[in-house]
């Protein structure tokens, strides 16, 4: 029998390392965690016995005798991951390996609703328990959503507000029975190039969020900016229109308002009503905005020429964005990533015509802008971290007695 309380923050680190690398040598996490290799080697032989991690085989060798690799022991531990845009919300259980366990639960669903976390709350319990998944197994919920996050008071000031005395975090744990941790989405997706990037600039890299709204993630010195308060990123809302279109946000000629999604899907139906000649025309018959978009995305893809000049005018919007930020950021890589990923080829252009116009070329001259490699679970990855990055040494101890 394991004395109690073996857990350790060494284990704790270990096994975090082993999430973001997926495998390791023992001398390659000495010099991630930063501690003596006794140490590292004795921690990973007790991790190993609990059967917490175990050895994937020699890693390759670099001169003398090839090391062992170590990786998590996949199906040891879960993570419920919960994604929510303004109009749709998936939830999925993965594994530590990030494996689907379980198929996804897309529901449609806006956000805005006053119902919204109710349906939010049952159909996480349902899935839950329709995925058969032992609940002192789940290390916990992640849980990656638009509008103004405080993430460690877990408050969301703009959606999913809870009962009075509550905060969003608190009331989610309370009624799901596990722990919660929420972030903005936008800076989860940021989260994820960091760690799971390798070809990224960890120390100056902005990732840009190009969805329902515009969000922005800030990379400084490896690690993920939140600003005092935690709202660091809210790109969407830079006053840099001024058509005086009003915002969700409630103020006016924010970049959000007419260079997003719901500004493309907006313009379209406006133009159309007027007369445009496009096959767009559809656009007025659907009533889900996620079918709009597509139909807008393949219509691009297709050669419309409206559908171009909508994704046009919106990219050179967000370009002359990224001009403010590079002058006050000064940046070595900008990442596109986000529910626009799909039509990126008709962006770049665009966005660089606005970026050689408004920005200084001393500034911009050496900035890579680059698509994200990481696909369409980014979220999902940047809210398993919010999850480890929580783990839990008691809960783990439990496992040993």
């Known amino acids: 029998m394991s004395p109690k309380n073996n857990i350790t923050a060494l284990h704790i680190?270990?096994?975090?390392?082993?999430?973001?690398?997926?495998?390791?040598?023992?001398?390659q996490l000495t010099l991630r965690v930063q501690k003596s290799l006794p140490l590292v080697a004795k921690a990973i032989?007790?991790?190993?016995?609990?059967?917490?991690?175990k050895d994937t085989g020699l890693a390759p060798s670099?001169?003398?005798?090839?090391?062992?690799?170590?990786?998590?022991?996949?199906?040891r531990f879960y993570f419920i991951l919960v994604s929510s845009d303004q109009f749709s919300t998936q939830i999925g259980i993965y594994d530590w390996g990030m494996n689907l366990?379980?198929?996804?639960?897309?529901?449609?669903?806006?956000?805005?609703?006053?119902?919204?976390?109710?349906?939010?709350?049952?159909?996480?319990?349902?899935y839950i328990h329709d995925a058969g998944i032992?609940?002192?197994?789940?290390?916990?919920?992640?849980?990656?959503?638009?509008?103004?996050?405080?993430a460690t008071e877990g408050i969301n000031h703009t959606y999913l507000t809870p009962p009075t005395n509550f905060y969003l975090r608190e009331y989610l744990s309370q009624e799901i029975g596990l722990p919660v941790f929420i972030e903005n989405d936008s800076r989860l997706i940021a989260l994820s190039e960091l760690k799971f990037n390798k070809e990224?600039?960890?120390?100056?890299?902005?990732?840009?969020?190009?969805?329902?709204g515009i969000g922005l993630g800030i990379l400084i010195n490896d690690s993920l900016f939140t600003g005092s308060d935690g709202f660091a990123g809210e790109f969407s809302h830079i006053p840099l229109s001024d058509d005086k279109i009003l915002c969700t946000c409630g103020k006016q000629g924010c970049l959000e308002a007419v260079a997003s999604l719901t500004a493309i899907v907006k313009k379209a139906i406006k133009e159309i009503d007027k007369?445009?000649?496009?096959?767009?025309?559809?656009?007025?018959?659907?009533?889900?905005?996620?079918?709009?978009?597509?139909?807008?995305?393949?219509?691009?893809?297709a050669g419309d020429q409206f559908a171009i000049e909508l994704i046009a005018d919106a990219a050179y919007s967000i370009g002359k964005g990224l001009a403010i930020l590079i002058h006050i950021l000064n940046p070595k890589e900008i990442v596109l990533s986000g529910k626009s990923s799909p039509i990126l080829n008709f962006m770049m252009a665009p966005m660089q015509q606005a970026l050689h116009r408004f920005c200084i070329p001393k500034l911009f001259s050496n900035i890579e802008i680059k698509?994200?490699?990481?696909?369409?679970?980014?979220?999902?990855?940047?809210?398993a971290i919010l999850v480890m990055q929580q783990l839990n040494k008691e809960k783990l101890n439990s496992f040993l007695n």
């Open 200 to 212: 990224l600039n960890q120390e100056h890299s902005l990732v840009i969020n190009l969805g329902w």
């Open 371 to 383: 698509a994200s490699t990481l696909g369409p679970d980014a979220v999902f990855k940047g809210a």
């Open 101 to 126: 366990v379980h198929p996804i639960n897309r529901i449609t669903l806006e956000i805005q609703q006053s119902d919204a976390l109710f349906k939010i709350v049952n159909t996480i319990k349902e």
């Open 45 to 53: 032989n007790d991790l190993e016995n609990w059967n917490f991690i």
């Open 134 to 150: 032992e609940s002192n197994l789940i290390m916990g919920i992640g849980f990656g959503m638009p509008g103004f996050i405080q």
């Open 62 to 75: 670099s001169g003398g005798r090839r090391p062992l690799n170590y990786s998590l022991v996949n199906n």
């Open 275 to 301: 007369g445009r000649s496009t096959r767009l025309q559809a656009l007025k018959k659907l009533d889900n905005r996620n079918d709009m978009v597509d139909l807008i995305f393949n219509e691009a893809l």
């Open 13 to 27: 680190s270990i096994l975090q390392e082993l999430f973001y690398l997926e495998n390791a040598t023992c001398n």
